[in-house]
């Protein structure tokens, strides 16, 4: 196997497992809400608390990344989210400590994903990047939906704080794995592995257009703001819908959690193979209309999903599904569009300033969606809640901004950049 192959394989590996953390909090959250008296208000604002603990270390961590090495920062984000996602289970004991444990774990796997992605960057070529970035952002997808398949089920049984540790402590799995087996390519002089041809290392500054240079960045980034408005409120919110789902059916609680956490879990995992193959597409037809199709087939739907609870659960889980495979397809591809206009030297940095920008929405939308909710319903137990069309109905306006955006940057001379001139 080809070097690159193998860091890829193990990078993904290490993401899978490192990444479990991310929505147990989610798959958990009727004992939570229930122990610690949380409402779709308090939920929301826990939810973004881990957002915004990306968005406060992804900045520094891209800069700190091309100073120090992407593989360096990658390592130690991975074991701090192990310590802090364990810490978790023993250290809680109200909503705030709640919030803060979160707001923690949050900081630290805020360092992994865009230092990871630029480190994969540099060994794969721009017409390969994309399905490369898109097997990675696929492990992600499978993380997010390991932790419902873990965490739901166990805790059903012998309680959230076992649940939550079952997800948490394989994540120093993940640092040995990072440990022992990636390395880092260097940029300096050097060609992609199997693409002859292709020139060393820019230098370090976004390639120059036509007509100015950071159009292009600027309108593929508001685009990806748009994709994370939906994205990560429609993960964070999954779990307690479907729970809310099962319990409508008739399921008693503890039934609803295990059966609403499997059903989210599928959900989101569909998502998996969607981010890579639809990456490999765009590598094929071009990343803008990879980014028009995935944003529009996950947005339609989002207008009335929320409206079906109360509706056979088949039902509801077959357009959970549709949307679970299309709301996560085309989330590499920023990236990778972005790598395209971007020099290697200055790669993670660019990464995670948009990253920064674009988990800003992941903040927001799940507070709007907690405070919707809120609004619609008068209980104080979120996955009691049987309201749901408007709170979804606005991750649906809000990703409006994803198709438009990529139509105006098809437009742009910096489109030409990506893919060989493929948009």
Known sequence: MEKKKQILLWMVLSMIIGYLPWYNFSAVLKYISAEFHLNASDTGMIIAAFQAGYVIVVLITGWLADK????????????????????????????????????????????????GMALLSNWFAPHERGGALGAYTGALTAASAGGYFVAAPIAAAHGWRVGMLWTSVPVFLAFLIILLFVQEKPTQGVQFDGAPGIPTVAPARILPAPEGGYAGPCMITLSYMGHM??????????GPYMVAN????????????????????????????????????????????????????????????????????????????????????????????????????????????????????????????????QAYNATTDPTAARIWGPAFLA??????????????????????????GKM
């Open 246 to 373: 099962a319990s409508v059916a008739g399921m008693a609680a503890d039934a609803a959690v295990k059966w609403g956490g499997l059903m989210a879990a599928c959900i989101t995992l569909v998502g998996a193979p969607a981010v890579w193959l639809l990456g490999i597409l765009a590598d094929k037809i071009g990343r803008t209309k990879a980014i028009l199709l995935g944003a529009t087939c996950s947005l339609i739907p989002e207008f009335f999903f929320g409206y079906l609870i109360g509706k056979p659960l088949g039902l509801v889980v077959l357009v959970g599904l549709w949307i679970g495979f299309w709301v996560i397809s085309d989330s590499a591809i920023y990236k990778a569009g972005l790598t395209d206009m971007v020099s290697p030297k200055i790669r993670a940095t660019i990464l995670g300033l948009q990253s920064a920008v674009g988990y800003s929405m992941t903040i927001i939308a799940p507070i709007a969606f907690g405070k919707i909710l």
């Open 395 to 420: 991750l649906g306006v809000g990703a409006i901004v994803a198709p438009i955006s990529a139509l105006i940057l098809r437009k742009l001379p910096q489109a030409k950049l990506m893919t060989g």
């Open 229 to 238: 408005w939906e994205l990560y409120a429609f993960w964070g919110w999954i």
């Open 68 to 115: 120090i090495g992407t593989k360096r920062v990658v390592l130690y984000a991975t074991l701090l989210t192990g310590i802090f996602a364990t810490a978790f289970v023993f250290v809680v004991h109200d909503k705030w400590t709640v919030l803060i444990m979160r707001l923690l774990t949050g900081c630290a796997a805020g360092a992994i994903y865009a230092p």
